[in-house]
Each structure stands twice: as structure tokens, then as C-alpha cells.
């Protein structure tokens, strides 16, 4: 976390506080149970995903002010399901597929199908990146789907299939 110990003889006068910087603005840190500054060193308990971002340390005395900025990322992990696992239709009809994810950071999502990257159209078409639909699914239609999600530490797959019933 950051430190902000300073060592200079007009200690009198010091001060110490922390900030975080969200959009470009420095936002005053809201010291709490989870989140403390003591003697100029933030320790932050329980770290959460939100807790990521840029943190400012501002030290100043009669003689100037001087900022540290520094980062913290937190990680967790990765978890995700494609729902239904298997999705039974018939021709004609629409289907869609869930991916979801839980943990952080999600970098990216990525869809295959039959082992080959997804293909897009105006019939197969991803929405929000984590939801498939298919308007009028075809005989072509029919297989394996998978989502891949990618995170800055973790890769992980779920899979599910679509199958074409006998109507």
C-alpha cells in the first residue's frame, strides 16, 4: 500500500492524506473499518474489486507539497457457466445462451463453436459479449458452443450444446 512517511526536520508542520483518483479527479479516501491511514501508510482489509485504482499520497509542511501516485489491482477468480447446458429446439425457432461470469478482472470473452471461433451474423448475434442469440436457428445451428474468458491471470471455458429435436 501506499506509504507516506516523510523524514525532514520541520516535522512540525507535516501532514499527511490520501486520495483516490477516480475519472481524473482526486476524491478524498473514506476512512473506515476496512480502509485506514496510520501514520502516513494506507492498509486497506478485505480488499474487494472496487478497492482497484489509482491512490494519490500527498505529504506537505511549510516547506512544499509532494504527491506519490501508485496502483492497486486486485485479482479474484474467474468462474463461468453457459447456460442452458443443453438447449433443445426446434428449426425455426430462437435460442440463446448465457455466459456468465464471475471474478475479476475480465479482460476479454471469446466464442466458439464446434472448436472454430464464432462466426456473427445477422441471425447469430452476441449480445453484450456475454449472450448468444440465434433468430431461427437452422440445422447448421446445431453443436457445441463454447465461451472462453480471458483475465490477466486466469483463462477458463464453459461449453454447452444446441441440438435440433426430431419435429
Known amino acids: 500500500m501506499p506509504n507516506c512517511r516523510v523524514l525532514h ?15 481524473n479527479r482526486l476524491m478524498p479516501l473514506i476512512i473506515s473499518n476496512q480502509m485506514m491511514l496510520v501514520n502516513g501508510s494506507l492498509f486497506i482489509e478485505r480488499v474487494r474489486a472496487q478497492d482497484s485504482g489509482k491512490y494519490v499520497c ?27 447446458a443443453q438447449l433443445t429446439t426446434e428449426s425455426g425457432r ?41 433468430t431461427s436457428v437452422l440445422r447448421e445451428d446445431q453443436g457445441m458452443y463454447q465461451c472462453f474468458v480471458y483475465g490477466s491471470l486466469q483463462s477458463i471455458q464453459s461449453s454447452a450444446q444446441i441440438v435440433l429435436s426430431g419435429r
Do not use: M
Request: a positive charge; aromatic letters at 8%; charged letters at 15%.
Open 9 to 23: 526536520k520541520d516535522t512540525q508542520y507535516l501532514s499527511t492524506s490520501g486520495t483516490r483518483r477516480e475519472n
Open 94 to 134: 430462437s435460442a440463446t445462451l448465457n455466459c456468465s461470469v464471475q471474478g475479476y478482472p475480465v479482460h476479454s470473452i471469446t466464442w466458439f463453436k464446434d472448436t472454430r471461433h464464432l462466426v456473427t451474423s445477422n441471425r447469430v448475434r452476441l449480445i453484450a459479449n456475454q449472450v448468444l442469440h440465434i
Open 58 to 84: 500527498t505529504v506537505n509542511n511549510s516547506v512544499g507539497e509532494v504527491r506519490v501516485e501508485t496502483e492497486l489491482t486486485v485479482y479474484g477468480n474467474l468462474s463461468v457457466s453457459l447456460y442452458p
